[in-house]
């Protein structure tokens, strides 16, 4: 009986502890898929790597009876092996195991325990059993996984190993997503800054039309904020409009033509919301779906309006020159075949006078086509000076003089050069022309005549001369642009004198070749003053 009831004992003591050991088998497995679930719940809510990390390393201590642990990460700069996440392990004490961090994984067994008592030894913590493992993602090494336990003899086991190998697998799945996370976060960010900077307007539509990105060159360029256009239909925002005033954008916008392009271009004119007419210029990249439906457009907007400016005066001046040109010539080739006439019996006076003609216009499209030549050797750089001491008030005298034959009694000169102004070193004839081309301005615009003057002033080592007229001025937004080619300033002379828009572009290329400036002063109706300095002469070493 007693033989019976120990066996009874012995083998229901085994099945109590068999039951108790399968139930506690049972609730920790539970628990663990809990706490996987719970980590794949918080893996696909959030992409924040360290609340990840937190999250696992807790999980993963707790299920295993740990003391402690850490998840340590390769830093993506360097490689070297950081802690990124702990459990039961205060920030401050980190540095303790950086030597066990410099331990590979295969020589954990051999060294780290020695390791592991220093360690101990330093931080006060009662650490004995250690277990780690890595942290793969396609056989890409991302970290190391640790769980330390103080008790002496409970070593880590294979379900222990296994269980951590659980943990290790959600935490590479979250250094991975949270990687690629961030690496798209600063490709965003990068093309952000981008389009930020860019010189040029840009500005992103969705498939509807609407605004959903406007950088800071497009709300200087068209006067819209950022916080007002984003959201609106571009039509409404840029508005292009065309020579006849319709609006491209609406009735014929380039993303929805066909056949469709691969880059559409659209040129016109828009009114910014401050008032400014400018001339742009758009390319569209669209993005299309396989049905070729819009999904989305980078619209790459250009201020053109001084390249159109441009463009408009060049027609203009091949106009204009072809007309300046065409005039001398007729005209000599008219008096020439009037001469040869054989029917034609003219006196000695009439043929001098022809022949007078003949000179002038000859005299006329030589100036011309040196203005050209000019020009051409400005854009190249190759405008060459040939320096030497010019008197200003005998080079004005001889301009003058010649002036003064040709508009007789309707205006009056006066020099106003100082006797003993010092002489300027210059190329006389460089600075003849200067003198020509502002005076032969001051003529032209001064209809009712009046009084021309031309002086000059030593101050420093640079003379200060100026041409001042009694004509019809020039308005104060066109001040800047006289100086630049082919233009000519807008007004009811414009057609009624000859001119191809170069006489003040050379002058001013002349003046800037000796080291001087040019500026105008002027108020319509009260006439204008053209000012430039040149540098004064001064002794010279032999040889300089």
């Known amino acids: 009986m007693g033989i019976g009831v120990k066996g009874y004992t012995e083998e ?39 609340s990840v990390l937190n999250l696992v390393i807790t999980y993963a201590v707790e299920l295993l009876a740990g003391t402690l642990g850490f998840i340590a990460l390769f830093d993506e700069d360097d490689g070297v092996l950081r802690i990124r996440a702990s459990a039961q392990l205060p920030r401050e004490s980190w540095p303790a195991f950086t030597p066990l961090l410099r331990i590979p994984i295969s020589d954990l067994s051999r060294y780290g325990p020695q390791v592991l008592r220093e360690i101990s030894l330093d931080t006060g913590i009662p650490l004995r059993q250690m277990i780690a493992l890595p942290l793969t993602v396609r056989e890409t090494p991302l970290g190391v996984i640790y769980v330390f336990r103080a008790a002496l003899n409970v070593a880590f086991s294979a379900d222990d190993r296994q269980m951590l190998q659980d943990f290790a ?4 799945i979250a250094v991975g997503n949270a990687r690629l996370f961030q690496s798209v976060l600063r490709e965003k960010q990068h093309l952000n800054a981008l389009i930020e900077q860019s010189a040029d307007g840009v500005m992103i539509i969705d498939g509807r039309w609407r ?9 200087q360029l068209t006067g819209w904020s950022r916080e007002e256009a984003i959201g609106r239909p571009c039509a409404e925002v840029l508005g292009i409009r065309d020579a006849q005033g319709v609006n491209i954008c609406l009735n014929d916008c380039p993303l929805q033509r066909h056949p469709e392009l691969a880059n559409p271009v659209v040129e016109g004119r828009i009114t910014t919301r401050d008032g400014r007419e400018l001339f742009i210029q758009n390319r ?25 400016a441009e463009e408009e005066r060049q027609n203009t001046f091949i ?3 072809s007309h300046e040109l065409r005039t001398p010539v007729s005209i000599i080739k008219g008096f020439a075949e009037t001469m040869l006439r054989p029917d034609g019996q003219f006196t000695v006076e009439q043929y001098r006078e022809a022949l007078q003609v003949i000179g002038e216009e000859a005299d006329r499209l030589a100036r011309q086509i040196q203005d050209l030549l000019d020009v051409s050797r400005i854009a190249a750089g190759g405008l060459r000076l040939e320096y030497s001491d010019v008197s200003l008030q005998l ?21 106003r050069v100082p006797d003993d102004m010092p002489p300027v070193y210059a190329d006389y004839e460089r600075l003849r022309q200067v003198f020509t081309n502002l005076i032969e301005n001051a003529v032209k615009y001064s209809p009712n005549g009046g009084t021309i003057r031309i002086g000059a002033r030593a101050e420093g080592e640079m003379a200060i001369v100026y041409v001042a007229d009694q004509g019809i001025g020039i308005p104060p937004e066109e001040q800047d642009l006289i100086f630049e ?9 414009r057609r009624d004198r000859p001119g191809s828009g170069l006489g003040l572009y050379i002058t001013r290329a002349i003046v800037e070749a000796h080291g001087g400036r040019i500026w105008v002063e002027s108020q319509v109706g009260r006439g204008s003053r053209f000012l430039f300095t040149l540098p004064l002469s001064r002794r010279r070493l032999p040889g300089e």
């Open 319 to 321: 106009s204009v020159i």
């Open 169 to 172: 697998d959600q935490a590479a």
């Open 211 to 219: 605004i959903t990105t406007f950088n800071h060159t497009m709300e």
């Open 284 to 308: 569209y990249a669209p993005q299309r779906n396989a049905l070729g439906t819009l999904l989305s457009a980078i619209a790459n907007v250009r201020d053109i309006t001084a390249q159109k």
């Open 485 to 493: 080619r082919f233009y000519r300033v807008d007004n009811r002379l």
């Open 12 to 50: 229901k003591g085994t099945s109590v502890s068999f039951y108790g050991t399968m139930a506690t088998m049972t609730d920790l497995r539970l628990r663990q898929r809990e706490y996987l679930l719970q980590i794949s719940r918080a893996l696909t809510a959030q992409l924040d790597l360290g």
């Open 395 to 415: 080079l004005v005298k001889e301009v003058v003089r010649r002036f003064a034959a040709q508009v007789g009694d309707r205006i009056e000169f006066e020099i």
